[in-house]
């Protein structure tokens, strides 16, 4: 349950149909539920989408999970400028929380030390999450890899991500950058409450 004021703008991920629902602002009567990219579900009669039926693709693995709060830390582990470090200070920022999940051994094992320290992994692709790529999955090296998912897009049968990550130069600059990856068997993403 939540609400969200009154002429704001949402972004719709995806859509489900559910439960009947009558009424709201357009007197409509709709089973149609859109996915927000914050999570959660709001009926379709509540909003303005040019269309009384789905204007974006089918939720095809049901409805999120809720998202867990588990053990944190005060600070962020990992070495300025790699990939663990770039996906921690994003979840840090976004969250605008004093802290930072406490996550554990190579990058390849996040999702395993996610769930262990009570946070909420699951394997389909989710906005405001830390992806981990499984070695192999894009190219990635057997240390693995991770990043941060900003958004998520499903195209004909393939789910894609825009991520944002970063890496060190040599001469010690960090340099953030964005790209967008398909998304691949192994790869894990661990949500932010």
Same mark, same amino acid.
């Given at each position: =349950?939540?609400?969200?004021?009154?002429?704001? &703008?949402?972004? %719709?991920?995806? !859509?489900?149909?559910?439960?009947?629902?009558? #009424?709201?602002? @357009? &007197?409509?009567?709709?089973?149609?539920?859109? +996915?927000?990219?914050?999570?959660? @579900?709001?009926?379709?009669? =509540?909003?303005?989408?040019?269309?009384?039926?789905?204007?974006?693709?089918?939720?095809?693995?049901?409805?999120? *999970?809720?998202?867990?709060?588990? $053990?944190?830390?005060?600070?962020?582990? $990992?070495?300025?400028?790699? *990939?663990?470090?770039?996906?921690?200070?994003?979840? !840090?920022?976004?969250s605008n929380r004093k802290h930072y999940p406490a996550?554990?051994?190579?990058?390849?094992?996040?999702?395993?030390? /996610? +769930?262990?320290?009570?946070?909420?992994?699951?394997?389909? *692709?989710?906005?405001?999450? %830390?992806?981990?790529?499984?070695?192999?999955?894009?190219?990635? *090296?057997?240390?693995? !890899?991770?990043?941060?998912?900003?958004?998520?897009?499903?195209? #004909?049968?393939?789910? @894609?991500?825009? %991520?944002?990550?970063? !890496?060190?130069? #040599?001469? #010690?600059?960090?340099?953030?950058? /964005? +790209?967008?990856?398909?998304?691949?068997?192994? =790869?894990? @993403?661990?949500?932010?409450?």
């Amino acid at each position: =349950m939540g609400s969200v004021a009154d002429g704001s &703008r949402v972004v %719709i991920v995806c !859509h489900a149909r559910g439960a009947e629902f009558a #009424g709201g602002p @357009y &007197r409509l009567t709709t089973n149609l539920w859109n +996915r927000l990219d914050t999570g959660g @579900y709001v009926t379709d009669a =509540m909003l303005v989408t040019g269309s009384n039926d789905a204007v974006v693709p089918r939720c095809e693995d049901g409805p999120t *999970p809720r998202a867990t709060t588990g $053990e944190t830390a005060a600070a962020n582990t $990992e070495k300025p400028g790699t *990939p663990g470090w770039a996906a921690l200070e994003k979840w !840090h920022q976004v969250s605008n929380r004093k802290h930072y999940p406490a996550l554990r051994g190579p990058l390849r094992d996040w999702a395993a030390s /996610a +769930r262990a320290a009570g946070w909420t992994v699951v394997t389909t *692709p989710e906005p405001r999450a %830390i992806v981990v790529f499984a070695p192999g999955a894009d190219g990635v *090296p057997a240390s693995g !890899h991770v990043a941060w998912v900003d958004t998520t897009d499903v195209r #004909g049968r393939d789910r @894609y991500l825009g %991520i944002t990550e970063a !890496h060190k130069t #040599g001469d #010690g600059l960090v340099v953030w950058s /964005a +790209r967008e990856v398909r998304h691949a068997a192994g =790869m894990s @993403y661990i949500l932010l409450p």
